[in-house]
């Protein structure tokens, strides 16, 4: 198994900024994929980025240009920094790690970030 613990939500003002954490820890053998997911209110979870362990990204079109997503192979920890928030980017963030041999997905227990004046 393996854990994933997020920090660094919170209560923000549009155009503010937040930094994410995830640590990974347990039987993290294999894992190759890292990420982050978000989930708002009413709304289906959605991609957010992803992190190769080679540092090859790929982000959501909503959020390119204002998030930049980072790992520490060596602390099994990914990143996402966020830049420029608007009110829709409220939701609650989950990290996810994917084992490639198995293709299976963890997800941590999501951390809440809110936009708002």
Known sequence: QVQLV??????????GSLRLSCAASGSIFGIGVMGWYRQA????????????????TNYADSVTGRFTISRD?????????MN???????????????????QTTYWGQGTQVTVSS
Do not use: W
Not at 48 to 56: C, K, L, W
Not at 73 to 81: E, F, G, I, W
């Open 84 to 102: 420029s928030l608007k009110p829709e980017d409220t939701a609650v963030y989950y990290c996810t790690a994917k084992r490639a041999l198995t």
């Open 6 to 15: 997020e920090s660094g939500g919170g209560l923000v003002q549009p155009g």
């Open 41 to 56: 209110p009413g709304n289906e979870r959605e991609l957010v980025a992803t992190i190769t362990t080679g540092g090859s």
């Open 73 to 81: 192979n060596a602390k099994n920890t990914v990143y996402l920094q």
